[in-house]
């Protein structure tokens, strides 16, 4: 059997490439993840997605995706559990279609960057996998923005919210771009001298962005993700740090 995992990019559907549209089209079985009612309209775009490119009978196979145990004090334990149940949710998915050969999984952005999709899939025995890469949410917030990610001649470093949270700014480096944030987490750095580009939902229909010094944005980014996350009912942002190096002596 073989396992495409392909890159759908950050919700709009003209993410996705040729290859991946020709890929989709091989497979047999498209696995569509369900992730409850507050984040139905992720499954509705793979939905969406498979409506508008698919020219083949593939069948679509939907499946509820379990949740992390939140009694595992472990960070790490709990999410191995917890890819070891999803792991489990596709075998099943899979099984249900014993004809099927070329199976699809539709990643939001890459399975390269912040994402489990290629982790899960190791767990699953005698299984090809193959990737095709899709645009990435810090691609999408620096075209949003019109800004570079890297300052010139300098590093950046991608990173999540939770090792903001808990280490600070990383020494060596002055750009951030920050995942995974669950908590405005950009709130525990001082602000002096710090811009921020921000975005949730880029790349969809409902994309907002924000920028600006970090003094002065902050409270606004703060409140606009409150007032997304009650309307939708779910959030996604990302967002560009970026720092003034001291000067040499």
Same mark, same amino acid.
């Given at each position: 059997?073989?396992?495409?995992?392909?890159?759908?990019?950050?919700?709009?559907?003209?993410?996705?490439?040729?290859?991946?549209?020709?890929?989709?089209?091989?497979?047999?079985?498209?696995?569509?993840?369900?992730?409850?009612?507050?984040?139905?309209?992720?499954?509705?775009?793979?939905?969406?997605?498979?409506a508008?490119?698919?020219?083949?009978?593939?069948?679509?196979?939907?499946?509820?995706?379990?949740?992390?145990?939140?009694?595992?004090?472990s960070?790490?334990?709990?999410?191995?559990?917890?890819?070891?149940a999803?792991?489990?949710?596709?075998?099943?998915?899979?099984a249900?279609?014993?004809?099927?050969?070329?199976?699809?999984?539709?990643?939001?952005?890459?399975?390269?960057?912040?994402?489990?999709?290629? @982790?899960? $899939? &190791? =767990?699953?025995?005698?299984?090809?996998?193959?990737v %095709?890469?899709? /645009?990435?949410?810090?691609?999408?917030? #620096?075209?949003?923005?019109?800004?570079?990610?890297?300052?010139?001649?300098?590093?950046?470093?991608?990173?999540?919210?939770?090792?903001?949270?808990?280490?600070?700014w990383?020494?060596?480096?002055?750009?951030?771009?920050?995942?995974?944030?669950?908590?405005?987490?950009?709130?525990?750095?001082?602000?002096?001298?710090?811009?921020?580009?921000?975005?949730?939902?880029?790349g969809?229909?409902?994309?907002?962005?924000?920028?600006?010094?970090?003094?002065?944005?902050?409270?606004?980014?703060?409140?606009? @993700?409150? $007032? &997304? =996350?009650?309307?939708?009912?779910?959030?996604?942002? %990302?967002y560009? /740090?970026?720092?003034?190096?001291?000067k #040499?002596?």
């Open positions: 059997m073989e396992l495409l995992l392909i890159g759908i990019g950050t919700g709009n559907p003209e993410h996705l490439t040729l290859q991946a549209i020709r890929a989709l089209n091989r497979a047999d079985l498209v696995l569509i993840p369900r992730k409850g009612k507050d984040k139905a309209d992720l499954a509705e775009l793979r939905r969406a997605i498979c508008e490119v698919l020219e083949n009978p593939a069948v679509l196979a939907e499946f509820d995706m379990p949740v992390r145990d939140p009694a595992n004090p960070y790490l334990s709990r999410v191995n559990d917890w890819h070891d999803i792991a489990a949710r596709w075998a099943e998915a899979i249900a279609h014993p004809g099927a050969k070329v199976v699809a999984l539709l990643v939001w952005g890459d399975p390269s960057l912040y994402d489990s999709t290629l @982790r899960i $899939a &190791a =767990r699953l025995p005698g299984a090809e996998v193959t %095709i890469p899709g /645009l990435m949410s810090p691609q999408v917030l #620096a075209a949003a923005h019109g800004v570079p990610l890297n300052d010139l001649g300098a590093p950046f470093l991608v990173t999540t919210g939770r090792r903001l949270r808990e280490g600070g990383p020494e060596g480096v002055d750009t951030l771009v920050v995942m995974l944030d669950g908590e405005a987490s950009f709130r525990t750095l001082p602000p002096e001298g710090v811009q921020i580009w921000w975005g949730a939902y880029v969809m229909a409902n994309q907002i962005t924000d920028r600006g010094p970090l003094a002065e944005a902050g409270p606004r980014i703060v409140a606009a @993700r409150e $007032a &997304a =996350r009650a309307a939708h009912g779910w959030i996604m942002d %990302i560009l /740090l970026r720092r003034h190096p001291a #040499a002596p």
